[in-house]
């Protein structure tokens, strides 16, 4: 099946950045109707230098190879560099081999990608050295998880704290995409310094999301921004508002609910992360209030559609999938989720539900990003849809109501 092309690239991007999974990509062959790219065949890998880990890129033309290494490290946009010019090239074919799996990306005649994705005959094992630190988007280090007390004062993450470091870490890669894809669409307009991009987050807690997005996209994107943090709770405004002054930061916190925090001006961009069960909804229904053109939300606990449906007789034949609790609570998580896309949809929306860490990490994996391209959209298939399955299920879904849905 397609899929929006840069979609694709922007996958097999995150892959071909990421040190410790990529094995080998490889890009070839030219894209129907565009400039073909000036080299017949590139070739990335990672190699271990006397100066550390590096991309290696090697370019042939007709006749030779053009080799060159660029450097990882979190101070330096070396490799993210090497990767994006080639990737805005119209080659016809990237395949990228993962310790995991091989990803064929095909370019169609419409432009739009396949991609195949298959398990390797054998299993891989790539090793290039033990002593690297390892490329993150953010490193370990960096004064914000030192300060927010998820590196110790050395710089070194705590045992404790890897979830968390993980869970942020996955985040801002997937706002990273996002963003990028955004701007390339147009459906977020370029910030610049006197206008730089606004963020909110909603239900920030300890800011642990909202600094790390602050940091990533100014310092390592070099994206002018803005964050906000709202959260009910005061304790958490002034802790944050604290942190960010130690940090020299300029990010504001707000202390208030999420349906009825007031913001000086209309943000582009709303992240909540496990917001706590319809807090999601309301960090939804504010979004789609606020016009907002891309959000990502993490939802975290689903308790309001598991209480309705412990409350309503579940409808014929599908009794068996709520006899048992463990399996009714993930059917709760899985209407929740399904609705608010649903509706997200009917509001303009082309939502993508996706994991966003692995599910050995933690089980609220899961992540709806929105991504505004229309009006709300009345009638219709996605309506009809949704209608169908509250009513067959008896739910009021509590962004349906918000949304007077
Ligand atoms: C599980 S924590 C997540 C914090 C943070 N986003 C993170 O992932 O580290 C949920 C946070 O949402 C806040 N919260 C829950 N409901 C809220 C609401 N309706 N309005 C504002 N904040 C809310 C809580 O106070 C809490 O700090």
Known sequence: MSEPLLRALNRMRGLILDPDVLVKAVASGRQKGEEPPPWRRVELRYVDLKAGRHLQVTKYDATQAFTSNHSISSDSDDARAAV????????????VSTTTEDHALRVTKRLEAVVATTPPAAPREVTRGHDQPKARLLPEDDPVFVELGISDGDGRLKPSRQAKYRQVEEFLRLLDASVTEALVKGHLRRPTAEEPLRIVDLGCGNGYLTFAAQRYLTSVRGLPVVVTGVDVKEQSRDHNSAVAARLGMSAEFVAGTISDAELA???EVVLALHACDT????ALARAVEWEVPLVLAAPCCHHDIAAQLRKTPT????????RHGILRERLADTLTDALRASLMRLQGYRVDVVQFVES??????????????GGPVKGGAVRKEYDDLVTTWGLEPRLGELLGA
């Open 84 to 95: 994006d010019e080639l990737i805005d090239l119209a080659f016809g074919h990237w395949n």
């Open 265 to 267: 001006e209309r943000p």
């Open 279 to 282: 807090a999601t909804d309301d």
């Open 315 to 322: 409808p014929s034949p599908y009794a068996m999938l709520t």
């Open 360 to 373: 050995q990490h933690t089980p609220r994996n899961t992540m709806l990003r929105a991504v505004r391209t």
